[in-house]
């Protein structure tokens, strides 16, 4: 890094603008940026080099690599603006001072944009006409009669033919001068943002086809309240043709009743009080009002109007970044079921069940079709087949794809118990199969299971992620997993960036076992990637199983730094050394074995002996090498080595009979599955092919802020049924089990119908569930106030129009809180 880059905002450094937005020691992240500069990752630094950055965790460190690349961009984007405006012959130490100390990209472009070159402007035309000195003249001196001193300037040779084409060009002049002013667009930019909304209305003629986005047909809310997912659905809405958009940067003035025209905007006053200009009643002060509201309307406006339109999105892009990349962690880490020889079935009706047995390891030992629903119906001979497959190969666990059929294909395995009795115990189990058909089709599916149908490869997927779901997860695009809010509309950089960082983080915190893990498994472990976990792979195929760690280093260009990074990461399980199935990285070995002597003992009987570990003082071990933070961590690993951060295995029950929404009724209590958690919500699965929607204001008696405070991906719960809308396929739920169906609530759910949850999967992902476009609609007394129209008189939302579903608003109606033409269209 040159001298320039590492120079920061004000003489600051880098590490010191970050340690003190993250309230940590700069000497901490000056360790963790070298640390990251050297090649070391995230995971690698938060486990074993806690003592070189302060136990920074790996949260802490992923703020730090993700506000190091945005400094870096800045601190280059500021020397390239310095040689531009040097080469040009305009930088002055009084210039270089200001660009030095510009702290964000936005206030950097709004110094630099005088000396942005640009085409050739109307403002640069009248000044080669020599009429820049008529603009400052006026200016400076308002007392001046402006036609008359336009006179002076007219010059035909020069394109000036007149005294209103000279005023023109002195105007055009102005108008770039004030549009330029770096100190000015910086304030205005955020009186804008605070007093300022988006307003949105329906495009003549697109009222049916636009349906999804009718609650923002006529809609207004200010811009710093405007939760993320109503900022995409509205820039969505745009994107396709249904919805306009316009920023307003402040509720409209009321016209004076005298002339009939509005007064100058609250922005116009701060331009003209920016530039010394008031109406005095001199001769030239109601064209340089003019030349304000111009200025304001045709350039600083629509130059605001760019840069809020980008803060709203990129402010909307990270949290739903951030709710994909909670929502992916959670998924990942789900429980395992374990080594058990799984059978994965793959419901379809027409194309029949595919069915896939995969053994402990998930290594494929039989497949089949078989055809019990309509219109074969074929439910003897299909229950007869799966039978045979279990006692044949030991199934213990049975996994269910939940796309289409899944609900009859759940009771064609039930009975398949029933027939099993009690001579063996068998496990079943609805899983989630989004994804499932992209990885099908991809060409490491081809090669990992090339003798079997794209078809059958789906059935061997949905049998290994109940055995594991992480292992089987990272074979897939993160975005292919269906967790995401409106994943379509995001920046593909920083989602692919944030969702790989999530699964690294994943991999590396629960550990890879090297001789049966697969390439795309090993390659998200810490310092390996695709290449050498290929190489890996050919290793162990041609040599066999890893004894140790140390092995590894026979890998071809598995060179000393990949070992450092990876080592702690890979599990030997019943190699020569039991310490290389634990996380102790190998270069802590010469303290174990310190630990070994201490104890009088040796490392198998050290090995998870709680006893022995919890009478050795860690101080004892500390040396110029190990810290307290390692030797500690040490111990904890010695004494459960291996252990899985993963939760403990369970099952929901979906409840017998209710297969499809015209079994669900208000009042009943289901058990079900976490799919997907929003900002507004969770969605939730109880085997009717269709989602449920708990809204944030049915989760608690207490204000939820953030429905993950309460729910994450993957968790079983138990749900009452409040309303359903079959024909719209709509199921509003309650966590709050004593909730009674139709009460009035403090809040109202509703579905956003903008909100894309496939990941783009396609096929599979959406048979019998469809593409599940939601739009929110706020809670009353939630977190989005109700708007005000543009007479300043109170207005409902959209969202307070229409509830969410029509048994809902009939409760709300008799509740007393809805008129009788609301609720439903």
Known sequence: ?????????AGRSIEARIAEELGVREGQVRAAVGLLDGGSTVPFIARYRKEATGTLDDGQLRAVEERLRYLRELEERREAILESVRSQGKLDEALEASIRA??????LEDIYLPYKPKRRTKAQIAREAGLEPLADGLLADPGVEPKAAA??????ARGVPDADAALAGARAILTERFGEDADLLGELRERMWESGRVVSRVREGKETAGA??????DFSEPFAKLPSHRAL??????KEEVLDLTLEPEPPAEPDPRTGTAPPSSFERAIARRFGIADRGRPADAWLAETVRWAWRTRVLVHLGIDLRTRLRTAAEDEAVGVFAANLRDLLLAAPAGTRATMGLDPGLRTGVKVAVVDATGKVAATATVYPHAPQRRWEESLAALEALVREHGVELIAIGNGTASRETDRLAGELLTRLGGEREVTRMVVSEAGASVYSASAYAAQELPELDVSLRGAVSIARRLQDPLAELVKIDPKSIGVGQYQHDLSEVKLSRSLDAVVEDCVNGVGVDVNTASVPLLARVSGIGSTLAENIVSHRDAHGPFRSRAALKDVSRLGPKAFEQCAGFLRIRGGDDPLDASAVHPESYPVVRRMVASAGTDVPALIGNAAALRALRPEEFVDGSFGLPTVTDILRELEKPGRDPRPAFRTARF???VETLGDLAPGMVLEGVVSNVAAFGAFVDVGVHQDGLVHVSAMSRKFVSDPREVVKPGDIVKVKVLDVDVPRKRISLTLRLDEEPGAARGGRGGRDR??????????????????RDREERAPRGGNTPRQRDRRGGERRRPADREPANSAMADALRRAGLLGRDQGGR
Request: glycine share 18%; charged share 35%.
């Open 102 to 107: 510009a702290e964000t990209k936005a206030r």
């Open 212 to 217: 999804k986005f009718a609650d923002y047909f």
């Open 655 to 657: 409840k017998e009979g």
């Open 1 to 9: 890094m040159t001298e320039s880059v590492a120079e920061s905002v």
């Open 233 to 238: 659905a509205l820039f969505r809405g745009e």
């Open 151 to 156: 006179a002076a300037f007219v010059d035909e």
């Open 754 to 771: 903008g909100q894309d949850r496939e990941g783009g999967g396609g096929g599979r992902e959406q048979r019998g569930r469809g593409q």
